[in-house]
C-alpha cells in the first residue's frame, strides 16, 4: 500500500511531488514540527504536542496553518489511511512558500505537512529488555533548543556520530562538562546518591512530552524529580541512566562512551517509569 501524506490541504501518495523549491522550510529550515506516538491508532498525550506544537509556533511568529480542531481531523485521517496501528505521526509546519530572502512578509501562509508510519512494538520492547548505549558529543546547537526547529543539522551530525560508533544514541555535553540532551531524547540519570535527576526545562533543552509526563508518573511511584543538571563524569557513575522521547518513551541507558553503567542492565527505576508511562497513556 502505498503511504499517503497530508499536504499543503490534499492528501495524496507520499512519493508524489509536493513541495514548492522556495518553502522556506526546504530552503532556510524555516519550521517547526512535532512527532506524536500511536498505539492501538490512537494518538499519545496529543493535547501536550499542540500546546508545544503552538508555543514553536508563537516563539517563531508564525500562525496555526489551521484551527486545532482541524488538525486534529487531519492527524487522524492520515492515521487511518495509512492503516497505522502502531507507530508515529510527524506533523510540519513551515512559515510558508516565498522568494528566497533571508526576511519575509508577516502575511504568509504556513504550508502543512502531515505523514505517518508504522513500527513494529517489538522494537520498543527490544529497547525496554536490552537498554541502549550511548556515545557522549559536544553540543554544536543553537540557543533556543526549547523550539522545535525542524533544524536538526548538529543532532543529525550527533546521531550518525553515534551510528558509526556502534551506539544507538549520543548525548549532548556543554562547554562546561554538563550533560543538556541527546541527540533525540532527554537525559535522566539515577545519580550516586539514588536521586533521579533531569536537567531543567530551559531554552538549552526541548522540554520532552514523555519527560513532562514522568513527573507526574514518578510522583506516583512516590520518586521525587530533581531537576538539577549532572556532568558527563556523574552519569558514568550513576546507578542508572535513561532517556526519554515520544518513539520510545523510556530508554534504558546501559553504558555510556563504553563505560558500563551500573550492573549493565536496565534499572529498576527506568523499568518501573516505562511501565508507569505505558499504563497512563494506555487510559
Known amino acids: 500500500m502505498s503511504r499517503i501524506a497530508y499536504i499543503d490541504g490534499r492528501y495524496q501518495p507520499l512519493n508524489q511531488p ?8 526546504y530552503q532556510f529550515s524555516d519550521g517547526v514540527y512535532e512527532v506524536c506516538a500511536i498505539r492501538n491508532h490512537r494518538m499519545l498525550d496529543e493535547e501536550r504536542h499542540l500546546d508545544r506544537l503552538e508555543n514553536s509556533l508563537n516563539e517563531l511568529a508564525m500562525p496555526m496553518p489551521v484551527s486545532r480542531a482541524a488538525l486534529k481531523i487531519i492527524t487522524r485521517e492520515v492515521v487511518r489511511r495509512n492503516r497505522v496501528r502502531e507507530g508515529l505521526v510527524y506533523v510540519q509546519v513551515s512559515r510558508g512558500v516565498a522568494p528566497r530572502e533571508h526576511t519575509y512578509a508577516a502575511n504568509l501562509q504556513p504550508v502543512l505537512v502531515v505523514t505517518a508510519r508504522p513500527m513494529a512494538p517489538e522494537r520498543r520492547t527490544h529497547i525496554r529488555q536490552n537498554g541502549i548505549e550511548v556515545l557522549s558529543v559536544p553540543d554544536q546547537r543553537w540557543a533556543r533548543c526549547d523550539i522545535k526547529s525542524i533544524s536538526l543539522l548538529p543532532n543529525v551530525l550527533a546521531r550518525q556520530t553515534a551510528k558509526l560508533a556502534g551506539k544507538q544514541e549520543a548525548w549532548q555535553v556543554g562547554a562546561d562538562g554538563y550533560v543538556t540532551e541527546g541527540g533525540a531524547t532527554n537525559a535522566w540519570i539515577v545519580d550516586s546518591k539514588g536521586k533521579l535527576r533531569t ?33 558527563l563524569d556523574e552519569a558514568k557513575a550513576a546507578k542508572e541512566c535513561f532517556s526519554t522521547a515520544s518513539t520510545m518513551a523510556v530508554f534504558p541507558v546501559i553504558a555510556i562512551d563504553g563505560v558500563q553503567i551500573g550492573d549493565g542492565k536496565p534499572g529498576p527505576v527506568a523499568t518501573a517509569l516505562g511501565a508507569a508511562y505505558d499504563a497512563v497513556s494506555a487510559s
Open 199 to 231: 536537567r531543567p526545562a530551559s531554552k538549552a533543552i526541548l522540554n520532552g512530552i514523555v519527560r513532562q509526563v514522568l513527573f507526574d508518573v514518578a510522583a506516583e511511584l512516590q520518586l521525587t524529580v530533581d531537576e538539577t543538571p549532572f556532568t
Open 18 to 25: 509536493a513541495i514548492m523549491v522556495e518553502d522556506r522550510g
